[in-house]
């Protein structure tokens, strides 16, 4: 997996000039990133992630340039996916989907880190007045006008996009990764052709409509917010992927065998190429010149459309809401691995997928805390929640 990344960052000035916007708009000279990946041993958090982009500060992404990090045993067992456990989608689509969830994850959070986060430039004057771009001949795709707006001084993205600066940030990388997923040669780099590399853009783009969906999880109705940065991008998404029309993308309500409200996703594979990439192309396109001109107002209406879960509309995005609230999976557990050392030998030790080998785990861990811990995390054992043993 890291030889395919590696190709990735080789490749990535050249594919940086596949993005929706003019050569203006992207960093005077591509900074390649730092590329690894780890196996973690233990993740301390209340989440772990598949992969990691640091620094997260834009402004000096900019200057000093970034580094990946992913996390490779994360992103295997993140892999492993049950169909029963496969809410809202087509039984046909089930079996393709565990097939190739594996890959099109891979393609999607590589394009992601990489050419999302690290792409775009942002139009800054310092403070002595020097800018750089050209406040004479840069073009404004959208306008057709000379730029007209840019950071001054000290601001940076995320102090003048404060509140949506994150959720809008993962939302241009979600959309480049679905771009460029497109990119014949990105397929390729994957070592994907043919009949394959189809089904993998098919599968990651249905992946997308459905963390979309998915994502109404993360809204909290009574004050209208979102929770989660990411988890708002991907319904962003989905709302411009449904505005796309055409039937490139439905969502339906449903009675389950159950008896209870269920919901089915339909992505139309034949609609991708043109409908959805064009869709995809103009709202990327409006994300980043809007970034890189600092247009706040403008950033802040069109992210604010999008992320508006309102119960009109076919859809009645309240309504899905619940339905996926009532099918909700249960939150994964990651069971983590130790170390402890014999005389000179550091010796790995590792525990069921199982409560019990979660409560172990941690119990000895931190030894002194052992008799709390267990207390506390018996709790767990009773708690619907399934258990994945993270391999070293
Ligand atoms: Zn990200």
Redesign the pocket.
Known sequence: MSAKFARLVESAEQLLLELPWPRTFEKDTFLTPDFTSLDVLTFAGSGIPAGI?IPNYDDIRQTEGFKNVSLGNVLSVAYATQKDKLTFLAEEDKDLYIKWKGPSFEVQVGL??LL??GSGKLFVQEEKGTCNFDREAVINPETGELIQSWYQGSETWDSKFSTIASSY??CR?ECVGLYLCLNKDVLRIFELEGEDAEDVIYINWLNMVRAGLLGLEFYTPETSTWRQA?MQARFVILRVLLEAGEGLVSLQHTTGADGKPDALITLNRNKILPVGKPAIERFLRRLQVLKSTADVAGGRALYGRFSAVTDEGPERFLSLRDTVLLRKEARKMFVQANTHLEGEDVTLVQYEGTAAGLIRSFSERFPEDAELLERHLLELSDADTHFWASQG
Do not use: I, L, V
């Open positions: 982009n992601h880190e999302g986060h940030e993962e990388a990411h």
